[in-house]
């Protein structure tokens, strides 16, 4: 018996600046599907241009969800995004979930713990000791209450680092013996079309630098001017690409020019982390070269397979 179409979801991955909003749409307007946000910051209201936000003309072309719709001070989690999918999944309409944060496919594909919230002291601490003393802390204190979580996690990440530590110091037991109780997945892998879209290093990121460029002259400082009365780095709406240096240039720390080679610089490093965690991660999914995207004939060809 042949899957119920209505059923059959299209997951689209991808790093930054590779084209999978583009993709999305595309095949939105071919099959009629939801568009749903699948990306970490792009749920905040805040931020338009500097998280390359589908623009007003791509709303009106196809239906969107769970995009700019968190205010900046919210603490929103993957977990807060896997409870608005689960409603959106109940509506019985087929879904696109396009976007770059591994950590929301893998919940949305393989479950996710119920983990008690974190108190707001704990988060202070946390983020308390992260200003003071960067990672280390966080690491030293992983490798030794939670040695099965530390050696498989991503060590470069603070926010991934100081989740876990939080997680312990708040409920007293491991992040991974939580995720040892995952619960059910809200979509099944087997009936789904899964993509990750790949690029030559070098294509990427002269894309990366290119779309940079093009948020600074549509108005990323001024989006960012608009945030600085209220601006938190311990927020998670604050590791938007670009949003730490550009504050630093509206507090009069830092040149523009240096702002933008650094935020360049920074978005580069996490697309290297980005299909990093693609590769490790997804090696079941089929492949979608981004650099093909502009030909005709590699879209039909996508097309026919959603």
Known sequence: MSADPKQRHILIAGPTASGKSALALHLAEKTGALIVNTDALQVYACWQILTARPPAEDLARADHALYGHVVYEAAYSVGDWLRECAALVAENRRLIFVGGTGLYFRALTQGLADIPATPPEIRAEGDAMLAANGP???????????????????????????????????????????????????????????????????????????????????????????????????????????????????????????????????????????????????????????????????????????
Request: some cysteine; overall charge positive.
């Open 136 to 306: 280390a802390p966080f690491r030293a204190y992983l490798a030794k209450h939670d040695p099965a979580l530390y050696a498989r996690m991503d060590q470069n990440n603070p926010a991934r680092l100081q989740r876990a530590w939080e997680v312990h110091q708040a409920t007293g037991r491991p992040l991974s013996t939580w995720q040892g109780e995952t619960g059910p997945a809200l979509v099944d892998e087997t009936n789904s079309k899964k993509l990750v879209l790949t690029s030559d290093p070098n294509w990427l990121r002269e894309r990366i630098d290119a779309r940079f460029d093009d948020m600074v002259n549509a108005g990323a400082m001024e989006e960012c001017r608009a945030v600085l009365p209220d601006w938190q780095p311990a927020l998670p709406a604050s590791r938007a690409l670009g949003a730490r240096e550009f504050m630093a240039v509206l507090r009069g720390e830092k040149a523009l020019e240096d702002a933008i080679a650094e935020a360049k610089i920074a978005t580069h490093q996490y697309a290297k982390r980005q299909r990093t965690w693609f590769r490790s991660n997804m090696c079941g999914w089929h492949q979608v070269e981004s650099e093909k995207l502009a030909m005709k004939d590699e879209l039909k060809r996508i097309t026919s397979m959603a």
